[in-house]
């Protein structure tokens, strides 16, 4: 008998605070910048340089443990875990090991199996490394220190996921708590979520764990399935041939879809922790912790059922739109303008997620108004240009925001509203068109949709397709 398998596999998110400076220093954290010109003493390690901890991280820090249900530390303190590596200049990383800020939380995700909770272990403020660029050209490697001491919480989860659906579903639920609580961008392609893998294999049933891996380098939901797979049939393999799994760190190379083994997995001793100097302990009373409560937004779940109850949106579409906080904002500010708020999600949904496909972008790139958008909702509303002009409008406010009354009136877009000129584009066409007339008055209706649409040409497309629908019909049937 064949045996059964499954994977348990717990995750170390990183996510970078969205502060104005880093943890411990007042440089800039913006992401892509010159090499080395976001940098100080503090975060280049120089001698005699003193760490003072940034208040914005602690605040951030508090926010996200909250939303994911954990209690508070109050008593909290960072420390050093030393480890010498080129892109760390001081030789050691100021994080949290004994006493984290946030401990003992819980999230609820949605598979198609069902609602699952999973649970969290520990929130850990930090600060970052540097980066390391690779010049295969001139065959060196390159630091760049302006992403050292750049704030993260990272956030470990308990050993409670079992497939590459669960964890893409905890991280997805992850990253739009943090992006509506306003914390981080978490946007994967620029670092500012990453994600660790720690996976292990056994037998269906035992409750023994099996020995573990932990995998990097996974810059993407879809990497991160294909790695977790592929880690899950790489241990599977080893055990079946009667191989022990080493516990180590991989190094995911999504092109060939393969890990390569990096350095041996360290334990907590080989880091040499011990409380930093330089950082007093925190002490975080109650009126902070209950301040930060009562500032809390509203999350997706929320929104979403609020989005159903005001504005009467389906479910689909109210998750549709929440699955982006940009998105979300844009809906709910257009909707509020222009007090169509079926109309202003048909508008997201439709052309707007159609047009961040057909040119590759993510919602947060968006650079659309509502208060444009609202604006041609109501255009379209009053008639003053018909769906298909609307729907070119968009594409131009898509690129560059225009005004669209602007725009209209400057390419000459709006609707012909004269009766005589689209009385007489109607005959012109049943002149042009005697057969199709001839088909139409012996039964065969449909061809009035042809017929229109030759209207629509003669008019340049400045006429409401209904109004042209109900001259030619009348005309024809005289």
Same mark, same amino acid.
């Given at each position: 008998m064949t045996k059964q398998y499954e994977s348990v596999i717990g995750l170390e998110v990183h996510v970078e605070l969205a502060t104005r400076t880093k943890i411990?220093?007042?440089?800039?954290?913006?992401?892509?910048?010159?090499?080395?010109?976001h940098t100080c003493p503090v975060c280049?390690?120089?001698?005699?340089?003193?760490?003072?901890?940034?208040?914005?991280?602690?605040?951030?820090?508090?926010?996200?443990?909250?939303?994911?249900?954990?209690?508070?530390?109050?008593?909290?303190?960072?420390?050093?875990?030393?480890y010498f590596y080129p892109d760390n200049p001081q030789n050691y990383q100021i994080s949290q090991l004994y006493l984290p800020i946030c401990h003992d939380g819980w999230i609820e995700i949605e598979t198609a199996?069902?609602?699952?909770?999973?649970?969290?272990?520990?929130?850990?403020?930090?600060?970052?490394?540097?980066?390391?660029?690779?010049?295969?050209? @001139?065959?060196?490697?390159?630091?760049?220190?302006?992403?050292?001491?750049?704030?993260?919480?990272?956030?470990?989860?308990?050993?409670?996921?079992?497939?590459?659906?669960?964890?893409?579903?905890?991280?997805?639920?992850?990253?739009?708590?943090?992006?509506?609580?306003?914390v981080s961008d978490c946007k994967l392609q620029e670092g500012s979520m990453r994600a660790d893998v720690n996976l292990s294999v056994r037998e269906a049933g035992i409750k023994t764990l099996g020995t573990r891996t932990e995998m990097k380098n996974l810059n993407s939901f879809k990497a991160i399935a294909r790695a977790i797979e592929a880690e899950k049939a790489r241990q599977i393999e080893l055990l079946e041939?009667?191989?022990?799994?080493? @516990?180590?760190?991989?190094?995911?190379?999504?092109?060939?879809?393969?890990?390569?083994?990096?350095?041996?997995?360290?334990?907590?001793?080989?880091?040499?922790?011990?409380?930093?100097?330089?950082?007093?302990?925190?002490?975080?009373?109650d009126p902070w912790i209950e301040r930060v409560k009562s500032e809390q937004p509203e999350l997706r779940t929320e929104k979403m059922r609020r989005y159903q109850q005001v504005y009467q949106?389906?479910?689909?579409?109210?998750?549709?739109?929440?699955?982006?906080?940009?998105?979300?904002?844009?809906?709910?500010?257009?909707?509020?303008?222009?007090?169509?708020?079926?109309?202003?999600?048909?508008?997201?949904?439709?052309?707007?997620?159609?047009?961040?496909?057909?040119?590759?972008?993510?919602?947060?790139?968006?650079?659309?108004?509502?208060?444009?958008?609202?604006?041609?909702? @109501?255009?379209?509303?009053?008639?003053?240009?018909? @769906?298909?002009?609307?729907?070119?409008?968009?594409?131009?406010?898509?690129?560059?925001?225009?005004?669209?009354?602007?725009?209209?009136?400057?390419?000459?877009?709006?609707?012909?509203?004269?009766?005589?000129?689209l009385t007489n584009a109607v005959a012109e066409v049943m002149g042009e068109y005697e057969k199709a007339v001839a088909q139409y008055r012996e039964g065969k209706t449909k061809v009035i949709g042809f017929l229109i649409g030759q209207v629509m040409k003669k008019m340049q497309g400045k006429a409401d397709p209904g109004q042209v629908g109900e001259v030619l019909k009348s005309a024809l049937e005289n």
């Open positions: 411990f220093c007042g440089c800039s954290t913006e992401f892509g910048g010159a090499p080395n010109t280049t390690g120089m001698p005699g340089s003193l760490p003072v901890l940034n208040k914005k991280v602690v605040e951030y820090a508090l926010k996200a443990g909250l939303a994911l249900n954990c209690g508070i530390n109050q008593y909290s303190r960072f420390d050093r875990k030393n199996a069902g609602q699952k909770t999973v649970g969290i272990h520990e929130i850990h403020m930090e600060e970052d490394a540097g980066k390391l660029i690779h010049d295969e050209w @001139q065959d060196c490697s390159l630091v760049d220190y302006n992403r050292s001491g750049v704030p993260l919480i990272e956030i470990v989860s308990e050993p409670d996921m079992r497939s590459a659906e669960e964890v893409t579903a905890y991280l997805d639920k992850l990253r739009l708590t943090m992006q509506y609580l306003g041939g009667g191989k022990p799994v080493i @516990q180590e760190t991989r190094r995911w190379d999504d092109n060939k879809e393969y890990s390569y083994a990096m350095r041996s997995k360290e334990d907590a001793k080989d880091y040499r922790y011990f409380p930093d100097p330089d950082l007093v302990p925190l002490e975080i009373g949106l389906s479910e689909y579409d109210a998750s549709i739109i929440t699955g982006s906080k940009k998105l979300a904002d844009l809906f709910e500010v257009t909707a509020d303008i222009c007090k169509m708020p079926k109309k202003a999600a048909n508008w997201i949904i439709g052309e707007t997620l159609k047009c961040l496909k057909e040119h590759n972008m993510e919602p947060e790139e968006l650079i659309l108004s509502p208060q444009h958008l609202a604006r041609l909702i @109501q255009i379209v509303d009053k008639g003053k240009v018909n @769906q298909n002009i609307a729907k070119d409008v968009f594409r131009s406010m898509f690129k560059a925001d225009i005004d669209p009354d602007d725009y209209i009136k400057e390419h000459g877009l709006g609707m012909v509203e004269d009766p005589e000129l």
